[in-house]
């Protein structure tokens, strides 16, 4: 009897840790698709373009199907939008006589382009399985993206400003010195600042085993943003230059509330992910101890 208790025991110590490791992977990975800074016009179109995802993974796996994964990668996201008698108005104006007017902004011929490029560093946790000979697998948890670089180009734009005075209910576009009239060809390059950026993402596909510790993700993903991006939110589309009024400045059409009131990144596309590192061992089975008996006993 304690010579069966005695393999038993042993059995148990060389089967649990064989049972019982985990796994671990790092690759990198390439993906792309639409990749958008996603905002809503109130006046004019918006539409997505096409960027991409690539970087390093790492992930930890607890056992077969479960597993924690983080890493680094670099997003990039373009948008453009296109508006053609778009209204802007800047109100409670003072003019060189103290006279009080709002200043009306036509936009035609407008084309702007944001692009930016985030740090993105994911958390995700990861479930596969095996099912009908494919291992298939899904990701799923939160991105924090670092803006890297982000900028806004317009080009060709024709801006028409004219002031309307409240109290006569008159319109002018003239005096020039004051920034009113039409100015066309106009054609600016400006930093577009952004914060720091939250999204959920989620990925599927299948996972193709190379060589026992190599394997092929393809796969699917989604990423949307939660937070609103812009840091200069609410401000005027028109900023005019005191001293000098007839050398305004314009910036982004994504910052006055007026045209938008919300700005985030959104991506969806296809990926590849290339992996290599300790795979889980099969459990070994550990036969039982057959145990000799004397006849008649």
Same mark, same amino acid.
């Given at each position: ?11 148990? $110590?060389? +089967?649990?840790? =064989? ?8 690759? !990198?990975?390439?993906?792309?698709? $639409?990749?958008?800074?996603? /905002? ?16 390093? %993974?790492?992930?930890? !796996? ?14 990039? /996201? ?14 409670? =104006?003072?003019?060189?006589?103290? @006279?009080? /007017? %709002?200043?009306?902004?036509?936009? @035609? ?10 740090? #993105?560093?994911? *958390? ?26 982000? #900028? ?27 920034? =009113? ?10 930093? *577009? ?27 699917? /993903?989604? %990423?949307?943003?939660?937070? %609103? ?11 005019? #230059? ?6 305004? &400045? ?6 006055? +509330? @007026? ?34 008996? &004397?006849?008649?006993?």
């Amino acid at each position: 009897m304690t010579q069966q208790l005695l393999i038993l025991s042993i059995a148990l $110590l060389v +089967t649990v840790p =064989l049972t019982a490791q985990t796994a671990f992977e790092f690759g !990198f990975h390439a993906g792309t698709g $639409l990749s958008a800074l996603n /905002y809503k016009l109130s006046q004019g179109n918006r539409k997505s373009g096409f960027g991409g995802d690539f970087g390093l %993974d790492y992930t930890y !796996f607890f056992n077969k199907q479960w597993g924690l994964g983080t890493g680094v990668g670099i997003g990039i /996201y373009n948008s453009q939008a296109t508006m053609n008698n778009t209204k802007s108005v800047i109100p409670g =104006l003072i003019d060189e006589y103290n @006279d009080v /007017y %709002d200043l009306r902004t036509t936009l @035609d011929s407008y084309t702007e382009k944001q692009t930016a490029t985030l740090l #993105n560093i994911p *958390l995700m946790l990861q479930f596969q399985t095996d099912f009908a000979g494919k291992r298939l697998y899904l990701r799923g948890g939160a991105k924090l993206g670092f803006p890297l670089r982000s #900028n806004f180009q317009s080009s060709n734009a024709t801006l028409t400003n004219k002031a309307y005075y409240i109290d006569t209910e008159t319109e002018s576009s003239r005096p020039a010195f004051m920034g =009113l009239g039409t100015f066309t060809g106009r054609n600016v390059e400006k930093e *577009l600042p952004l914060k720091t950026t939250y999204s959920l993402a989620l990925e599927t596909g299948v996972k193709w085993t190379i060589e026992e510790n190599l394997s092929l993700y393809t796969g699917i /993903y989604f %990423d949307y943003g939660l937070n %609103d991006v812009r840091k200069e939110k609410g401000q005027t589309f028109i900023k005019q #230059n005191s001293t000098e009024p007839i050398n305004f &400045k314009t910036g982004s059409i994504t910052a006055p +509330t @007026d045209f938008t009131n919300k700005m985030s990144p959104l991506a969806v596309g296809v990926t590849l992910r290339l992996a290599f590192g300790k795979t889980i061992p099969k459990k070994i089975k550990v036969p039982k101890p057959k145990i000799k008996t &004397k006849k008649g006993k």
